[in-house]
């Protein structure tokens, strides 16, 4: 019978450490993932593993719980593990300001105006050297991987030692409003400049201008997690029946995070129209992430805004318990018959991967890296306007087959694409190019390798028929 785990990290923030004996979760062994992704694409993947046996790998990010970046995390650091890379993560602490601090800089990397104040800036490093001086490097790591900005500073406060260190940014940033915002250009570019790599999702996110090497690795899922694997109609009725959803009207759902970017109020106008034409139930279930401040407003405004509506089920999922959560998202998942993400800025959005490994179609924006997933009219649909994505809406639930024909679609895409093993493959593979090239100057600056096809995102709507 399989252990169940928690959330809970050591109090020096350890999450995951065999050399601490802290391994509190796990993945499949490697020979399960051979039928599903196959025989040369396992072998790529163990031929880049093998080149780096024995590496130390560390892992940085500011929560254990909540959000893509931690979700990845519990799924590729056991993972890496099993390919012989010694990998351990660890996340930053800090208090209320520094994460206030942190989503400021985070919504202004993403586009939106404002400005970081000498304080903030003081919070931030000051929060970061405070880290360092805790010793949350308390290992002599060959590779540290900073993820996001929470914990880019670090490398200026004393923890560099002689580790090569990329940053790996997993959010919808752009160059042109970097160059826009002068401070913020400043300061952002002042925390990169000293790694000696970094990781984007997508090519169309790298800053140029950033004088080091850059890698393009998109994420990826586990098919074989909690969250993705296959459930049978009793444990998707178990879930139902806990938040009381009937099961035979058709159900809209949104899952994910309460962020003001995930476009909450165009799911919930856009079902109000359908629903005046077809019968259907929407459900919005998301949990709080530990890093993330502005959750709880979001949640409170959108239960204050359906509060009256019998037809909208928001839930606040618990991430107590980590395996229950996914469980229950994957229910959630399951049962909906479409699945919306009309993000207003997204750096990729797993929630929209995981859906379509589910077969599900899905109604997203044309937004960030979102359109490397969604062919329109394909794997699913644009949101357009709230009238025209309900016409979307009432349009799928009419045409069921051709709603299963696009979820086919989908799952075919992201297994050729969006996949662990492939993606650890590539993160090998950049990780091996920095320690060897790039810490050495032997890689140009100018350097962009990208493991993922340069797609012209303008293009990519489907000529077809539905």
Not at 36 to 57: N, P, T
Not at 255 to 267: A, E, M, S
Request: a neutral charge; charged letters at 25%.
């Amino acid at each position: 019978m399989r252990k169940r785990t928690e959330t809970a990290t050591l109090p020096d923030g350890t999450v995951y450490s065999q050399r601490k004996g802290f391994c509190p979760f796990s993945v499949p062994s490697l020979e399960a993932y051979a039928p599903i992704i196959g025989e040369h694409r396992m072998e790529r993947l163990q031929v880049a593993a093998g080149r780096l046996k024995g590496l130390r790998l560390l892992e940085l990010n500011s929560s254990a719980q909540g959000g893509g970046v931690a979700e990845m995390l519990y799924r590729s650091v056991p993972f890496l593990n099993s390919l012989g890379i010694e990998a351990e993560w660890k996340i930053v602490h800090g208090k209320p300001e520094y994460f206030e601090t942190t989503k400021r800089l985070h919504n202004m990397l993403q586009g939106k105006k404002g400005f970081l104040t000498p304080d903030m800036e003081r919070v931030y490093l000051a929060t970061l050297d405070e880290c360092s001086r805790a010793n949350i490097i308390d290992c002599e790591p060959d590779v540290v991987i900073a993820n996001d900005p929470q914990p880019m500073g670090l490398i200026q406060c004393g923890g560099r030692n002689n580790a090569s260190w990329i940053w790996r940014c997993h959010i919808d940033i752009e160059e042109g409003a970097l160059a826009a915002n002068p401070s913020l250009w400043s300061f952002i570019s002042s925390l990169v400049e000293p790694y000696d790599a970094a990781i984007f999702s997508a090519a169309h996110y790298v800053v140029s201008r950033w004088p080091l090497p850059k890698f393009t690795i998109p994420p990826f899922i586990d098919p074989l997690s909690e969250k993705n694997k296959e459930l049978s109609r009793r444990e998707i009725d178990k879930v139902l029946d806990k938040y009381q959803i009937e099961s035979a009207i058709p159900i809209v759902a949104q899952i994910g995070r309460f962020d003001p970017w995930k476009g909450l109020d165009r799911t919930v106008k856009a079902f109000r129209l359908a629903r005046k034409e077809r019968v259907c139930q929407l459900v919005i279930a998301g949990g709080l992430a530990a890093d993330d401040p502005e959750g709880k407003r979001i949640l409170e405004e959108l239960l204050e805004n359906t509060k009256n509506d019998r037809d909208i089920h928001v839930l606040q999922l618990s991430l107590s318990d980590r395996l229950q959560n996914y469980i229950e998202v994957n229910a959630l998942q399951r049962s909906a018959s479409i699945i919306m993400q009309p993000s207003t800025r997204e750096g990729f959005g797993l929630v929209i991967t995981e859906a379509l490994w589910k077969r599900k179609p899905v109604v997203a924006s044309d937004v960030g890296a979102i359109p490397l997933q969604i062919v329109d009219g394909h794997t699913g649909y644009f949101y357009e306007t709230p009238k025209k994505t309900a016409d979307k809406l009432v349009h799928l639930l009419d045409n069921p087959k051709a709603a299963t024909a696009m979820g086919e679609r989908g799952q075919m895409y992201v297994s050729e694409h969006f996949l662990l093993p492939d993606r650890i493959a590539d993160y090998l593979m950049a990780v091996g190019m920095t320690l060897h090239l790039a810490k050495h100057k032997w890689m140009p600056k100018e350097s962009i390798v990208s493991f993922h096809p340069w797609t012209k995102l303008g293009k990519r709507r489907w000529q077809g028929e539905v």
